[in-house]
C-alpha cells in the first residue's frame, strides 16, 4: 500500500487517502454576494469525483471587507450556509471530506471600500493605504472568524482551515513587516501571534472538530518572520490543539520568488520536526512519486495538490497508476477505470 492512499485520521474525521484539494480562489461569485453558483459545484465535485481524500474550498471570506475581490466566495452571513451545505451533501456523497478554508484578506483585498491592517501600510502602489486596526476592529474580526466557523459547522464541513498565510489578515499580524503596532498585538514575536491565538481561541468556543491552520513558512525578504519564528508560532499552534500546519510560503511583501519542485517541502519537514505536528506539504507536487517520497520520508502527512489538480481532476487516478496501487473507483465509472 502506498502511503499516499493509506487513510489518516484526524479526530474523529477520517480522510481516505492523503491528497487534498489546495484551496484556490475561483473568483466566480456572481453579484457580489459570496454565494456558491453552479461552476462552485461543478468545480469542487469534479475533484470529488476524482477521489481527492479532502475537498478545501478557496479562500472563504469571514467579513464583507475580508475579501481579495468582490467574486470572493463567503461566509459572513447565515444566508451563505445552505449553498454550501448543498456542496458538501454531493462531495460527500462520493466520498469525499470538506474543509473550508477561513480568510480575511485585510490590506490585500482590492475593494472599493475601505480596508483593514494592522498598521497603515500598503501593500504597493496599486492597493489602497488600509485603516490601521482599533483594538474594536480587531475584536470584530475575531468575532468573524469564530461566526464563520459556526456556519461552516451548520454547513456540515468537517475539517476548518485558517488561511494565516500569503500576507493576507492574521500573516499581516504574524509578520515584522507588516505588523508596526506598539501594544499588546505588535512587536515580540509572542505579540504578533495574539492575533492568531485569539482567532482560534474564539473559533474552539464554535468548533471542535479538526482545524488546521496555513501559514507563510518564508517571506523571502529581510527583516521577515524567520524560521525559529514559524516555529514558535507552530509549537503555540500545537499547544492550541491545531491538528496540522499547512505550510505555504509567500505573499507578505512584493518579493520575486523562484520556485522548483517541492521548494516549500523543506520548512515544512523542519517544522514537522521541531514543532511535533502534523504538516501538509504544498506547492508544485505535481507527480505521485514526488507525493510519495515527501510521505514515506515523513517529511509531511498531507499533500496538497493545487494547479495539478485544476489541470487534471483525476490527478489522483494518475497518480495512483504511477506508483502502481489501486485506487477505488467512484461507483458510475467502475467499468471504465482501469
Ligand atoms: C491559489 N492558492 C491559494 N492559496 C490559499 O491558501 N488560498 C486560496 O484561496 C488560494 N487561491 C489560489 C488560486 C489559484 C488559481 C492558484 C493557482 C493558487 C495557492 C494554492 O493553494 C497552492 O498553495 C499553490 O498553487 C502552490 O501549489 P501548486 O499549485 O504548485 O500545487
New binding site residues.
Given amino acids: 500500500m502506498t502511503k499516499l492512499l493509506t487513510p489518516i485520521k484526524f479526530d474523529n474525521v477520517q480522510l481516505k487517502n492523503r491528497i487534498v484539494m489546495?484551496?484556490?480562489?475561483m473568483y466566480s461569485c456572481m453579484a457580489q454576494d459570496g454565494k456558491i453558483t453552479p461552476f462552485h459545484m461543478t468545480h469542487y465535485i469534479s475533484r470529488a469525483v476524482g477521489q481527492a481524500g479532502l475537498v478545501m474550498t478557496?479562500?472563504t471570506a469571514v467579513m464583507p471587507e475580508g475579501r481579495i475581490s468582490h467574486e470572493d466566495l463567503g461566509i459572513w452571513d447565515d444566508n451563505h450556509i445552505e449553498g454550501l451545505k448543498q456542496l458538501n451533501e454531493q462531495l460527500h456523497s462520493y466520498g469525499a471530506k470538506t474543509g473550508i478554508?477561513l480568510?480575511h484578506a485585510g490590506r490585500k483585498a482590492e475593494l472599493n471600500s475601505d480596508i483593514y491592517a494592522p498598521s497603515p501600510l500598503a501593500f504597493n502602489e496599486s492597493l489602497k493605504t488600509p485603516t490601521g486596526m482599533t483594538a474594536a476592529d480587531i475584536n470584530n474580526a475575531i468575532k468573524a472568524f469564530k461566526e464563520g466557523a459556526r456556519r461552516a459547522k451548520e454547513a456540515d464541513f468537517d475539517i476548518i482551515e485558517i488561511?494565516g498565510?500569503?500576507g493576507y489578515l492574521i500573516n499581516q499580524f504574524l509578520s515584522p513587516l507588516t505588523n508596526k503596532r506598539d501594544d499588546e498585538y505588535g512587536g515580540s514575536t509572542e505579540n504578533r501571534y495574539r492575533f492568531l491565538s485569539q482567532v482560534i481561541e474564539a473559533v474552539q468556543t464554535v468548533w471542535n472538530g479538526p482545524l488546521f491552520v496555513?501559514i507563510s513558512t518564508d517571506e523571502y525578504a529581510e527583516g521577515g518572520n524567520t524560521l525559529d519564528d514559524i516555529i514558535y508560532f507552530a509549537t503555540q499552534m500545537k499547544q492550541q490543539g491545531i491538528e496540522l500546519i499547512d505550510c505555504?510560503s509567500g505573499g507578505v511583501v512584493p518579493a520575486s520568488i523562484k520556485p522548483y519542485p517541492g521548494y516549500q517541502v523543506k520548512r515544512c519537514e523542519r517544522i514537522k520536526q521541531e514543532a511535533s505536528i502534523a504538516t501538509g506539504a504544498?506547492?508544485?507536487?505535481t507527480t505521485g512519486l514526488q507525493a510519495e517520497e515527501i510521505l514515506q520520508n515523513n517529511r509531511a502527512d498531507l499533500v496538497?495538490?493545487?494547479?495539478?489538480l485544476?489541470r487534471n481532476p483525476y490527478w489522483a487516478k494518475a497518480a495512483a497508476d504511477e506508483l502502481n496501487a489501486s485506487l477505488p473507483a467512484p461507483k458510475q465509472y467502475e467499468r471504465g477505470w482501469r
Fill in positions: 489546495s484551496p484556490m480562489c478557496e479562500a478554508q480568510a488561511h498565510a500569503h496555513r505555504s504544498v506547492g508544485l507536487i496538497f495538490i493545487g494547479r495539478a485544476l
